[in-house]
């Protein structure tokens, strides 16, 4: 919705709206609708706190993003498979390639890096150049042409005259570019589709009043967000069992149909967006930022004269970079304010450095954890199926977590923000591993084939694969915990101006997660399993300790900054508080 369509709603539904309140000071166009007045301080105290409707134009991005992540994890959920096992070998796993574990493994970590590391190439694209919506559909051909070569290049004559393996990493690459600009840029949008920034307060049709916070807002918009991402992964059941029983090339063309879909339905909602505007180079200004305030800061601490603020302490190097602080008064590209805004996607930033450990421990179930369901009976259900667990376990937790036990803690007063369920999550992980780990000591201490099954010709271990399942449901939670609330307080934390970079640098934490699993490639394979996952488990659990220590004040700092940064109204109607009754 446009600021102008805001106006109108305004001015057509609450004739008090756009009198003489104060409105957000970056945000002009907030606006109120019949029967609603914005919050005070007391209203914050005092009445429940919830989130608003999700706008129309915020399900055009989610359904876009699940068609995105329908092709991603339909063409990626054969891959294991696809590169490890030989074609059509009697009495073995689906395959084509026969590359063995080692390339497999190490194939698949190739594609989880390029794949977020390319976020910050569109992120930058989109800020300098097109805008987020022009960079999606321009991102979006490019990924459609990968899918092409993946499809085209895993046809059975393909494969039987050696172009599965070169196809393939064309493909991935290819792919991971077309990636790269989607991924960086459609989470900031969604987010950007509700344009209400101050709280206000709403009768429900119980008469009770509540405030609706934006903050509550955005956090469910990214679990609904994070829900559909994992709608479109259960695509990996329908392309797994068509690698099993009819063959790879139409379980590679049914993502690619589905991409072209997700193409058209994007474009459609183009007039329902709101459409945020490049703003140019981000990166090169903050890089002239920190040079200039590093240059400003040597030059005062040499001739004595560094600046106090006013508690009497030394202001941060940074702070020199401002135009207000220059010593010559000379102009620059950049405002005081911008250089504040640096100073908070930075901070932002340090939250994000233990996160490759996640997606180290995420990762697992992508490679290792097929491995090792192939190790086991899985009855009559290709061993690469086992992985869709986790998104049907999220498709079910996330509707609980953000309708019951998210509110639940509040109306305790225990109100679970970003660093506290991002600790949760990273715990979570770790006994994720730690439990994989025992799973695989009981895979190898089972026969027939011991520490050697699902080697060349060997079968699998009389043990169920159920057993795995427990695994995958800690690994869904320690998602909603981590993945959600990183995706969440990259945006959240984000200056306007730096939201794509900063969400880019969120995603290349996948990236590091999977250049550690590359570390990984000489244990993830038989007899050395158990080693695999248990220092893993060990990291995230070392991991957890860290970041906890290191940033468990963030979330009192950053609630009483959210305070101070919210434009209350001074006054108010004392209406609904017990202590009135």
Not at 97 to 123: E, K, V
Not at 477 to 497: D, H
Request: with cysteine.
């Amino acid at each position: 919705m446009s600021s102008k369509s805001l106006e109108k709603v305004s001015q057509e539904s609450s004739p008090i709206a756009l009198q003489d309140e104060e409105l957000h000071p970056e945000h002009f166009d907030d606006y109120l609708r019949d029967g609603e007045r914005w919050a005070t301080e007391e209203d914050m105290s005092m009445l429940r706190r919830v989130g608003d409707r999700i706008p129309t134009a915020a399900f055009f991005v989610v359904l876009t993003e699940f068609c995105e992540r329908f092709t991603y994890y339909g063409i990626t959920g054969p891959f294991q498979n696809y590169i490890q096992n030989g074609y059509r070998v009697p009495n073995s796993n689906p395959g084509a390639i026969g590359g063995g574990q080692h390339l497999a493994t190490g194939l698949s970590n190739f594609f989880q890096f390029w794949c977020y590391l390319t976020p910050i190439l569109g992120a930058v694209i989109a800020d300098q150049y097109l805008g987020k919506f022009k960079t999606i559909v321009v991102f979006s051909i490019i990924y459609i042409v990968g899918d092409l070569i993946l499809t085209l290049t895993s046809i059975p004559a393909s494969i039987r005259h050696g172009g599965a393996l070169p196809g393939l990493v064309i493909a991935m690459i290819t792919i991971g570019l077309g990636t790269g600009g989607i991924k960086s840029n459609v989470s900031p949008m969604v987010a950007e589709q509700y344009g209400r920034y101050r709280p206000f307060v709403r009768t429900l049709k119980n008469g009770t009043q509540v405030v609706v916070d934006r903050e509550l807002t955005v956090q469910s918009i990214f679990n609904w967000f994070y829900w559909a991402i994992n709608v479109g992964g259960l695509s990996a059941i329908a392309t797994t069992e068509l690698e099993a029983n009819v063959d790879f090339w139409p379980a590679y063309l049914l993502p690619t149909l589905m991409f072209v879909v997700c193409v058209v339905v994007f474009v459609l909602g183009r007039k329902k967006y709101v459409i945020t505007k490049p703003t140019g180079s981000i990166v090169v200004k903050a890089y002239k930022v920190f040079v200039t305030g590093v240059r400003n800061y040597r030059r005062a601490k040499a001739e004595n004269r560094l600046i106090l603020d006013e508690d009497g302490k030394k202001i941060s190097w940074m702070d020199y970079a401002k135009p207000s602080l220059a010593p010559d008064g000379g102009a620059v590209g950049w405002t005081d304010k911008f250089v504040d805004e640096l100073r908070t996607a930075l901070r932002s930033c340090k939250v994000m450095a233990i996160y490759p450990l996640f997606w180290l421990c995420y990762n697992q179930m992508s490679n290792n954890m097929v491995s090792q369901a192939g190790q086991m009976n899985t009855g009559s259900v290709p061993n690469d199926i086992m992985q869709n667990i986790d998104p049907l376990c999220i498709i079910i937790l996330i509707p609980i977590f953000d309708r019951l036990v998210f509110p639940g803690f509040r109306r305790m007063g225990l109100e679970l923000r970003p660093v506290t369920r991002i600790t949760i999550g990273f715990l979570v992980a770790a006994l994720a591993m730690a439990y994989a780990a025992i799973l695989q000591h009981f895979v190898y201490k089972t026969g027939p084939y011991f520490d050697a099954a699902g080697d060349g010709d060997n079968g699998f271990n009389h043990i169920s694969a159920a057993i795995q399942v427990p695994a995958y449901i800690l690994i869904a939670i320690s998602e909603i915990f981590a993945s959600v609330t990183g995706l969440e307080y990259a945006y959240k934390r984000a200056p306007e101006s730096m939201k794509s970079i900063v969400m880019s640098i969120f995603l290349f934490t996948n990236a590091g997660g999977s250049i550690l699993g590359f570390c990984f490639n000489s244990i993830s394979a038989n007899p050395h399993l158990v080693k695999n996952f248990a220092i893993v488990s060990g990291l995230m659990g070392a991991g957890t300790i860290v970041f906890f220590i290191c940033f468990r004040h963030y979330d009192n700092r950053e609630a009483e900054e959210l305070k101070k940064n919210t434009v209350f109204e001074k006054e108010s109607p004392k209406v609904g508080y017990a202590a009135d009754e």
